[in-house]
């Protein structure tokens, strides 16, 4: 399709992301995207900003919102894309370039504020992708020496000072694990894969007297901080394992909001009839779901969310516990080191030499893939273990007092969605529901 020509009253969607924190927020990055549709003259409706929270755009993780956008483009309802900066919307360069040729493709033109360039003319189609290569680059650099951040140490393996971090020790100069606080890392990630909230493992430990480096109290702040961090990984906790858990964080981080707090399963709840989403809609003081396409699909409130508290309480996963890594053979550990070392030292030289990106790259993809091959076989020379079910069954019958934010996590650990048949259609309202759960999830009722 040829490109429909942009000009006053053309309609603009705007696409804004935050994954770290110290980013422009997604109302500043509105707030200048919406200036630059002004300059232009471009309409922008409230449906057409799109937007993602804490997604990375180089994590491989879907997101919603620009997968919205996406289909926006295809159904041809937007004659232009605007981001905040071209990193915003892929640090990929092959992602970026396949939308900006699907916005071609539509007609659309795609727009970057940071950059002060769109896709309308070639010029603007060779910067778009040139400056998602950099972003790429980039990335993948700071990766790298996130990767490291702390547990980097000198040419001769010394520890570069600071507070020593939550499960580590310093002997001689350098970090070495510190077993009992390494268990407690180990203990919080397994909890974490079952199910259990962060403040609620934070209570639990502060109960047994459990005291942060700093000698305070745990919170879920904190104790989020220790298991997010990247130090430990390889020493205390697995790749995969550090993987695992930070998929778990991000989705819980997700489940915490304020929607939580009236209505537990707004997002879950499905009709049975259409298949459409339930809302939160109360009547003469009575919270209920309801369809707004069939009249008769309506459910009390607190007799679906108690069912599903209920059934996800004697609900647990077969899924494998964490590795122990104190297990792992001395020599992959140093192996491990020496490898993430070299990556060090040349993203140092490459950058003092000031090599062009696509030399950066090809001498950093072999050092990479050489970590990555240690990394796979520290995973394979190791037993992980099936979690303690029966621990954590009593501890799912009785629960600690939770509230509604660690409610809705747990829920978003195990249901995939819940069905709601019409009124009539069962003998009470707990059979008219159907829970899916989620793949892994193994009932004991």
Same mark, same amino acid.
């Given at each position: %399709?040829?490109?429909?020509?942009?000009?006053?009253?053309?309609?603009?969607?705007?696409?804004?992301?935050?994954?770290?924190?110290?980013?422009?927020?997604?109302?500043?990055?509105?707030?200048?995207?919406?200036?630059?549709?002004?300059?232009?003259?471009? =309409?922008?409706?409230?449906?057409?900003?799109?937007?993602?929270?804490?997604?990375?755009?180089?994590?491989?993780?879907?997101?919603?919102?620009?997968?919205?956008?996406?289909?926006?483009?295809?159904?041809?309802?937007?004659?232009?894309?605007?981001?905040?900066?071209?990193?915003?919307?892929?640090?990929?360069?092959?992602?970026?370039?396949?939308?900006?040729?699907?916005?071609?493709?539509?007609?659309?033109?795609?727009?970057?504020?940071?950059?002060?360039?769109?896709?309308?003319?070639?010029?603007?189609?060779?910067?778009?992708?040139?400056?998602?290569?950099?972003?790429?680059?980039?990335?993948?650099?700071?990766?790298?020496?996130?990767?490291?951040?702390?547990?980097?140490?000198?040419?001769?393996?010394?520890?570069?000072?600071?507070?020593?971090?939550?499960?580590?020790?310093?002997?001689?100069?350098?970090?070495?694990?510190?077993?009992?606080?390494?268990?407690?890392?180990?203990?919080?990630?397994?909890?974490?894969?079952?199910?259990?909230?962060?403040?609620?493992?934070?209570?639990?430990?502060?109960?047994?007297?459990?005291?942060?480096?700093?000698?305070?109290?745990?919170?879920?702040?904190?104790?989020?901080?220790?298991?997010?961090?990247?130090?430990?990984?390889?020493?205390?906790?697995?790749?995969?394992?550090?993987?695992?858990?930070?998929?778990?964080?991000?989705?819980?981080?997700?489940?915490?909001?304020?929607?939580?707090?009236?209505? +537990?399963?707004?997002?879950?709840?499905?009709?049975?009839?259409?298949?459409?989403? %339930?809302?939160?809609?109360?009547?003469?003081?009575?919270?209920?779901?309801?369809?707004?396409?069939?009249?008769?699909?309506?459910?009390?409130?607190?007799?679906?969310?108690?069912?599903?508290?209920?059934?996800?309480?004697?609900?647990?996963?077969?899924?494998?516990?964490?590795?122990?890594?104190?297990?792992?053979?001395?020599?992959?550990?140093?192996? +491990?080191?020496?490898?993430?070392?070299?990556?060090?030292?040349?993203?140092? =030289?490459?950058?003092?030499?000031?090599?062009?990106?696509?030399?950066?790259?090809?001498?950093?993809?072999?050092?990479?893939?050489?970590?990555?091959?240690?990394?796979?076989? %520290?995973?394979?020379?190791?037993?992980?273990?099936? %979690? =303690?079910?029966?621990?954590?069954?009593?501890?799912?019958?009785?629960?600690?007092?939770?509230?509604?934010?660690?409610?809705?996590?747990?829920?978003?650990? +195990?249901?995939?969605?819940?069905?709601?048949?019409?009124?009539?259609?069962?003998?009470?309202?707990?059979?008219?529901?159907?829970?899916?759960?989620?793949?892994?999830?193994?009932?004991?009722?």
């Amino acid at each position: %399709m040829s490109q429909r020509k942009t000009g006053p009253g053309s309609r603009a969607a705007i696409y804004t992301r935050v994954s770290t924190r110290g980013q422009e927020t997604i109302p500043e990055q509105e707030e200048r995207c919406r200036a630059y549709a002004t300059m232009k003259g471009w =309409d922008v409706t409230d449906s057409n900003v799109y937007s993602d929270h804490g997604i990375s755009a180089w994590s491989g993780k879907e997101r919603p919102g620009w997968t919205a956008l996406e289909r926006a483009v295809t159904r041809g309802e937007v004659d232009a894309v605007i981001v905040f900066a071209v990193s915003r919307a892929a640090r990929n360069v092959g992602k970026l370039h396949a939308f900006v040729e699907l916005c071609k493709d539509n007609g659309a033109v795609f727009a970057s504020v940071s950059e002060g360039s769109d896709t309308s003319t070639a010029t603007g189609r060779m910067m778009a992708t040139i400056i998602g290569s950099l972003a790429e680059l980039e990335s993948e650099l700071k990766s790298e020496f996130v990767k490291l951040g702390l547990k980097r140490v000198s040419d001769e393996g010394k520890w570069s000072g600071g507070r020593v971090p939550f499960g580590f020790r310093q002997e001689d100069g350098q970090l070495v694990p510190d077993e009992t606080e390494a268990v407690l890392i180990r203990e919080a990630a397994n909890r974490v894969l079952a199910g259990e909230g962060l403040k609620t493992i934070a209570r639990d430990w502060t109960r047994r007297g459990l005291k942060t480096k700093r000698g305070s109290d745990w919170s879920g702040t904190s104790l989020r901080d220790v298991l997010a961090a990247d130090w430990h990984e390889g020493k205390i906790l697995t790749h995969a394992d550090r993987e695992r858990v930070l998929a778990v964080l991000e989705t819980n981080r997700d489940a915490a909001t304020p929607r939580g707090d009236k209505y +537990l399963l707004t997002g879950f709840l499905q009709c049975g009839v259409c298949g459409k989403p %339930m809302v939160g809609q109360p009547r003469q003081g009575t919270r209920r779901y309801r369809c707004k396409h069939a009249h008769r699909t309506v459910i009390p409130a607190d007799v679906v969310e108690q069912l599903v508290l209920r059934r996800c309480a004697v609900a647990t996963r077969e899924i494998e516990g964490i590795a122990d890594t104190s297990k792992i053979e001395a020599e992959l550990l140093k192996r +491990l080191s020496e490898a993430e070392q070299a990556i060090q030292v040349w993203a140092r =030289d490459a950058a003092e030499a000031g090599l062009p990106p696509s030399a950066i790259r090809s001498g950093h993809e072999p050092l990479a893939a050489r970590r990555d091959a240690i990394h796979q076989q %520290m995973e394979d020379s190791i037993e992980r273990p099936l %979690m =303690d079910f029966a621990k954590l069954r009593e501890l799912a019958l009785n629960p600690p007092k939770s509230n509604p934010v660690e409610d809705r996590a747990w829920v978003e650990g +195990l249901v995939e969605s819940v069905k709601v048949a019409p009124q009539g259609s069962a003998s009470d309202d707990e059979n008219r529901v159907e829970i899916v759960w989620r793949e892994g999830v193994e009932l004991h009722l």
